[in-house]
């Protein structure tokens, strides 16, 4: 499905939150590189799902009431077997209904494990003076607590691309840190184009958040998306 038709679907349902299904997939029609994921109904649908897609696999809570899916014990990941996607679904699903009672929930996502990379964010929020603007940075603790990002006006240059990349404190971590093989910064200037270039396709889509994006020696991907529309269509 193209993106504009996954946005029409979400409106029509009356919301503004994409699932991680819909965001992924809006995004892979975009070029962009996400992992495989595909939303089960059941218990019996993620197992059927994880056979298609391949073990290990991961399973994460489908809601779009909760926006921070590890909090409430709704991701696991590394499941190797059938027997672990089905303890992983019943631990998933009575954490969740533990933490978030009232919670509409539509299954699980299930994944394919990616291999662990170099963690990075890339995320787009609107300013209401400037408009949309791109932020990036290293994933985890680095940006939580150091707040070191670099952000850039959408539509984005090669030019900014790369200097974004280069600007972070971090960078070091991505040129390959003793002995580390360096990151694909070709492919993270790239995401960081097709991210501006879908913001200019979409002027609907008010936030999105890559976070995080594995970077390999050889490409980038991303394993969590989440995107939200503007409060009415424009
Ligand atoms: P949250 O809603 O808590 O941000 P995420 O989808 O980001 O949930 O998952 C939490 C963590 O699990 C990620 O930061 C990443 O390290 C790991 N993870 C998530 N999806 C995958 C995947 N498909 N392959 C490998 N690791 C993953
Ligand atoms: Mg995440």
Known sequence: MV?????????????TLLTEVEAKDALRDAGISVVDTRLAR?????????GEIGFPVVL??????????SDSGGVKVGL???????SA????????????????????????????????????????????????????????????VAFRLIPLGERDAREM???IKGYPLLEGYR????????????????VSGFIEHNPEVEEIDLNPVFAYSDGAVAVDARVVLGVEAR
């Open 3 to 15: 993106g504009s038709q996954i946005f029409d679907i979400v409106r029509k349902q009356g919301r």
């Open 60 to 69: 994460k809570i489908a809601s779009t009431d909760i926006t921070h899916k």
């Open 89 to 148: 679904y019943d631990e998933i699903m009575s954490a969740v209904k533990q933490k978030n009672p009232g919670a509409k929930i539509q299954g699980v996502s299930v994944q394919n494990m990616a291999k662990q990379g170099v963690e990075v964010i890339v995320g787009m929020s609107k300013d209401p003076q400037f408009g949309p603007v791109l932020m990036f940075g290293l994933g985890g603790v680095t940006v939580e607590i150091l707040k070191d």
């Open 179 to 194: 002995g580390q093989d360096p990151c694909d910064i070709r492919a993270l200037e790239r995401l960081l184009l097709q």
């Open 80 to 86: 190797d077997s059938v027997a672990e996607v089905i």
């Open 42 to 50: 059941s218990r019996d649908e993620a197992v059927a799902i994880s």
């Open 165 to 167: 990349i280069k600007e």
